[in-house]
């Protein structure tokens, strides 16, 4: 049975920085695409970054292009993102997905941007 596990979450001030981890175990981790999703209060969850299984492709929402970061590292089966010049609207649940055969969602690491 596939399982992600998310951590780096926390409160960061304004134009602060977070780095998320996402570890995958009981699949082939690196077969699969990985994105990273959000979803703040009152809001639908959103597509936040993706990375294709090799790493060789990315892609960004238009609201974090240039802020974020997403990297993987398939020798230890986990996914990163970089949050860099955070925004209060940045503010929601982070939540790592695994997507190939099947799909894998883990269970949501929470990121306040406030001062």
């Known amino acids: 049975q596939g399982q992600l596990v998310e951590s780096g979450g926390g409160l960061v001030q304004p134009g602060g920085s977070l780095r998320l981890s996402c570890a995958a175990s009981?699949?082939?981790?690196?077969?699969?695409?990985m994105s990273w999703y959000r979803q703040a209060p009152g809001k639908e969850r959103e597509l936040v970054a993706s990375i294709a299984s090799t790493g060789a492709s990315t892609n960004y929402a238009d609201s974090v292009k240039g802020r974020f970061t997403i990297s993987r590292d398939n020798a230890k089966n986990t996914v990163y993102l970089q949050m860099n010049s955070l925004k209060p609207e940045d503010t929601a649940v982070y939540y790592c997905?695994?997507?190939?055969?099947?799909?894998?969602w883990g269970q949501g690491t929470q990121v306040t941007v406030s001062s």
């Open positions: 997905n695994a997507i190939w055969i099947l799909k894998y």
């Open positions: 009981g699949f082939t981790f690196s077969r699969y695409t």
